[in-house]
């Protein structure tokens, strides 16, 4: 018989807020949970700070922007209209504030030559909509980079129900390095994540 | 594209007028500036970096909260002291009955273990002779202390492998004179091993949870602590040590005389003067002035807090009232607060000073404090 592994969820993840999807939250957080807005914080801390470290190259700018994006969030909670997703919400906000940051004196200069090659080059998308979907999946395609226990926090806090080898397809590692994987990841997250993903992964024949 | 017309559109973006065609042409380049090679940065920074900036979004959140309430808790911080006095005074002795709205305050209780694992419960009750382990006479005295005493006829090579153990839990606290003469006050939820008798050249005990120490004097003999991260060496000198191990660092307070400290971890050693405080953690070790008096406020039987987060503050009433903390909102836990009560009170008597602020609420019911604001 091949191994069946199956996932237990530890109760501190096991409570509705890590099963909750990102609907749920907004509607919480409209609602001024805080523990719906810290949820929101784990799931997408690492796509979001993976995402600014690679546009800005620098830590301590990449930590003002997630700090102001998800300082924002919990200040304006009530005012936010979230016209579609979470996620499409919080890559915009992302990348307005990288914009931003950019777009400070001196600072932009940098980007010139880069920029002079695209207006020669490149296609300009003048439908927002379509850029949302490019940012979406230019965002998302970075986890690809992070290693696999942050994918995991992710990949799998937003798709709890997943089986194992759903998680194994992607997460683009075999089957049978799943548990091993997530074992590691287990230590990792445990120590220094705490309230975030906690899995338990029992391997039986 | 000319310079000058990128600066015009930074700028027109900057001020927040930037046209549709601005911002398509900022996205779009925005999507496709993917700089090669990969920033450089490790799991450990990322993990690092994720956790610092929560840290501050919470702490910036918790300081606006309290910046509206800081007059009204500052004048409630101050008649926290008047009305503390008042309730010792008129309080000192009463214990009312136990209801599903309040909770006694702890009381001198806790187990022994003896070498061969026969346990006993301490109480206030029983005092005399307890037991006689290989020469060491075990007994409790009227203030309900736990004395080891030597006779001189014993084999104490034989008593000195003898381990006992003295473990309060939450809601009890104990004091214990070892063989050496070393007092020790064990607060709630507490354990220390010691052997019957010391031999050998050095006196080592272990700890888990909290102990004040007014160690004998003795050159020949130091005189050691052992907790998870540190180990404590003195040769004589009061000190108190906070090991719980639901606290991320060990804090030993010297009140005393002088301490080496040593952690577990890397071996690092420091040695602290009285008024210091040294602060171990799996990664840190530093030492800063402190107020003893907080440090020791336990074992003089009250509660002193000095810009305390109520985090902090509601782990040691549910040591010592033996409840469970709910928080209806986390933000709430890292409120700061000032003020003495006494622990010889109801809990009701301790959470209503702490309402005088007006910055949190609590309800009490079935040992379950939940905390709102």
Same mark, same amino acid.
């Given at each position: ?44 801390? &690492?796509? $979001?700070?993976?995402?600014? /470290?690679?546009?800005? *190259?620098? @830590? =301590? ?6 700090? !102001? ?48 090659? &695209?207006? $020669?080059?490149?296609?300009? /998308?003048?439908?927002? *909509?379509? @850029? =949302? ?6 965002? !998302? ?65 | ?373």
């Amino acid at each position: 018989m091949v191994p069946r592994p199956t996932i237990f969820w530890n109760t501190e993840i096991m409570d509705h807020y890590s099963s909750s999807s990102d609907e749920q939250l907004m509607l919480l957080l409209k609602k001024d949970d805080h523990k719906a807005y810290a949820q929101i914080y784990d799931r997408y801390k &690492f796509i $979001l700070h993976a995402h600014a /470290v690679n546009k800005l *190259r620098d @830590r =301590e700018e990449a930590m003002d922007i997630i700090q !102001e994006v998800f300082t924002y969030l919990w200040a304006k909670r009530e005012q936010i209209e979230f016209t579609g997703s979470l996620s499409g919400y919080l890559y915009g906000a992302v990348r307005n504030a990288i914009l931003n940051k950019m777009s400070r004196k001196r600072v932009h200069e940098k980007y010139h030559n880069s920029m002079k090659a &695209f207006a $020669l080059q490149e296609q300009i /998308v003048t439908d927002h *909509r379509v @850029r =949302e979907n490019l940012l979406r999946k230019s965002i !998302e395609r970075e986890i690809a980079m992070l290693p696999p226990k942050m994918k995991a926090v992710f990949i799998m806090s937003r798709n709890e129900y997943l089986s194992h080898r759903e998680i194994a397809w992607k997460l683009e590692i075999s089957e049978q390095t799943v548990s091993k994987q997530i074992t590691n990841a287990l230590k990792i997250l445990k120590v220094k994540l705490g309230v975030t993903i906690y899995l338990l992964v029992i391997m039986y024949l | 594209m000319e310079d000058k017309a990128l600066n015009e559109l930074w700028e027109r973006y900057r001020s927040g007028r930037a046209t549709s065609e601005d911002e398509a042409f900022l996205e779009s380049w925005y999507l496709k500036n993917n700089q090669l090679p990969l920033f450089q940065i490790t799991d450990k920074e990322r993990v690092e970096d994720v956790d610092q900036v929560w840290d501050d979004i919470q702490k910036k959140q918790a300081s606006k909260k309290l910046n509206r309430r800081y007059r009204l808790a500052a004048a409630a911080a101050i008649t926290l002291f008047a009305f503390t006095g008042i309730y010792c005074l008129l309080y000192q002795k009463t214990q009312t009955p136990i209801s599903k709205t309040d909770v006694n305050p702890g009381k001198n209780q806790a187990t022994l273990t003896l070498a061969n694992g026969k346990k006993l419960i301490l109480g206030n009750a029983i005092s005399g002779q307890l037991a006689n382990e290989g020469g060491v006479t075990i007994s409790k005295n009227a203030q309900g202390e736990l004395i080891y005493s030597t006779h001189t006829s014993g084999n104490l090579q034989q008593s000195g492998g003898q381990i006992n153990t003295l473990a309060t839990s939450k809601g009890e606290q104990y004091q214990v004179i070892l063989p050496d003469g070393s007092h020790v006050w064990l607060n709630a939820a507490s354990t220390l091993k010691y052997p019957v008798a010391f031999t050998g050249n050095e006196r080592l005990v272990e700890l888990s949870g909290e102990a004040y120490f007014e160690v004998a004097h003795n050159r020949a003999m130091p005189f050691k602590v052992k907790t998870d991260l540190q180990e404590v060496e003195v040769l004589g000198t009061h000190f108190n040590i906070n090991a719980y191990r639901d606290e991320k660092t060990t804090a030993t307070t010297l009140l005393e005389g002088s301490v080496k400290v040593t952690t577990v971890s890397s071996n690092q050693k420091m040695i602290i003067k009285p008024g210091q405080q040294s602060n171990v953690s799996d990664h840190t070790f530093t030492i800063q002035p402190v107020d003893t008096d907080e440090a020791i406020a336990w074992k003089n039987g009250y509660f002193l807090f000095n810009d305390e987060s109520l985090a902090s503050i509601m782990k040691k009433i549910s040591r010592w009232y033996n409840v469970e903390v709910d928080y209806k909102d986390i933000a709430l836990q890292s409120l700061v607060f000032s003020g003495t009560v006494s622990k010889y009170q109801n809990v009701s008597q301790v959470i209503k000073t702490l309402e005088l602020t007006n910055a949190v609420h609590f309800k009490v019911l079935d040992k379950r404090i939940t905390v709102s604001n």
